[in-house]
């Protein structure tokens, strides 16, 4: 069989972005996490890909080559923890250079792929370190330090592209000199008669009927009165509050790390007044996941593997891009 481009995925986590990049003809040769049910859930949907467990900051480049029984690598992705640039320390807080970042950036010192692709949060550009210096400015200007590299910055909201969800987030690409990446052009709009794209994929296409949904994913009477008590002291002291319901025809709401808790950033409110969660699988849908996807662990495990997931789907697309380029 001959091998596609290689890829090696730090903070792995479940597998989003090796997924994505997998249906666009790459390999992924090694995932890297220190989430140990998170690369059980990475070993279960990638048998083809070596893994690793272990602290990112004692992985050197040599050893990731070794392991992946590779010399060289194509393509470096990840998605650093975005809380590493929020608690970087107390003498230097939101400073990059001090977080996990600082070990994506070392490795793709180290090997020197032929491109790398960076996710984060969307937040993370409005993000400021104790000096006032934006944070993505930080990131940016050290990577550009790798003068071999074209290093671009591009926003997106995956809805944009086919997900069932609104979620903003970042990419950063960098790619060698000589080759030219051009961003995927959206497929999807809000309103596909202004611009002649698809609609956003509905939220309904991918959750179950009320009735196959267990009891368990439904609030109590006495959760719900919880929340609309606390609705109602937010609104008096102007702020705003953490629960959001779904309109069934556009996009979910973001799933994030935290749902497993109580599900209220992304619920679905029946006629009848009842309120529920999104259920695991429904979770995996909306992240764009395949069906029958493998994910280890309790259920608080699975949801927030699915959490901090880059959705498959988006990744797919910008794999398809980089494909393209270093192809050319």
């Not at 481009?5 to 903070?11: A, H, Q, S, Y």
């Not at 859930?41 to 992985?59: K, L, Y």
């Not at 909201?157 to 086919?162: E, H, M, R």
């Not at 959001?244 to 109580?262: G, H």
Request: proline residues 5%.
């Amino acid at each position: 069989m001959k091998r596609g481009m290689t890829v090696v995925d730090l903070f792995c986590g479940a597998g989003g972005l090796s997924t994505g990049f997998r249906r666009a003809g790459f390999q992924t040769v090694l995932g890297i996490d220190k989430d140990k049910k998170a690369v059980e859930t990475f070993i279960a949907n990638h048998p083809e890909s070596r893994a690793i467990q272990g602290d990112m900051t004692q992985i050197k480049g040599s050893e990731i080559l070794k392991e992946a029984g590779v010399n060289k690598i194509d393509v470096i992705v990840g998605g650093p923890p975005c809380q590493g640039f929020s608690m970087a320390g107390k003498r230097r807080p939101n400073d990059p250079r001090n977080s996990l970042f600082r070990e994506y950036l070392r490795l793709v010192n180290e090997l020197r792929p032929r491109a790398f692709i960076m996710e984060n949060v969307k937040g993370l550009l409005s993000m400021r370190n104790h000096q006032n210096e934006k944070v993505i400015d930080i990131i940016l200007k050290e990577f550009r330090k790798m003068k071999e590299y074209d290093v671009q910055l591009f926003p997106v909201n995956t809805a944009d592209y086919g997900v069932p969800q609104k979620r903003q987030r970042i990419f950063i690409v960098g790619i060698r000199r000589g080759y030219t990446f051009t961003f995927p052009l959206k497929t999807h709009s809000k309103d596909p008669s202004e611009t002649g794209l698809k609609k956003w994929a509905p939220l309904k296409s991918v959750v179950l009927e009320k009735e196959k949904v267990p009891a368990k994913y439904f609030y109590s009477d006495k959760l719900i009165k919880g929340f609309r008590r606390r609705e109602r002291e937010n609104e008096k002291r102007g702020l705003g509050f953490g629960w959001q319901f779904n309109d069934l025809e556009s996009p979910s709401y973001t799933i994030s790390a935290r749902y497993w808790k109580d599900g209220a950033e992304s619920l679905i409110a029946y006629k009848d007044k009842k309120i529920r969660m999104l259920t695991p699988k429904e979770c995996a849908a909306v992240q764009s996941f395949p069906r029958g996807y493998n994910f280890k662990g309790s259920e608080r495990d699975v949801y927030i593997q699915i959490g901090n997931a880059v959705p498959p789907l988006m990744a797919e697309r910008i794999a398809g891009s980089l494909k393209e380029a270093l192809s050319a």
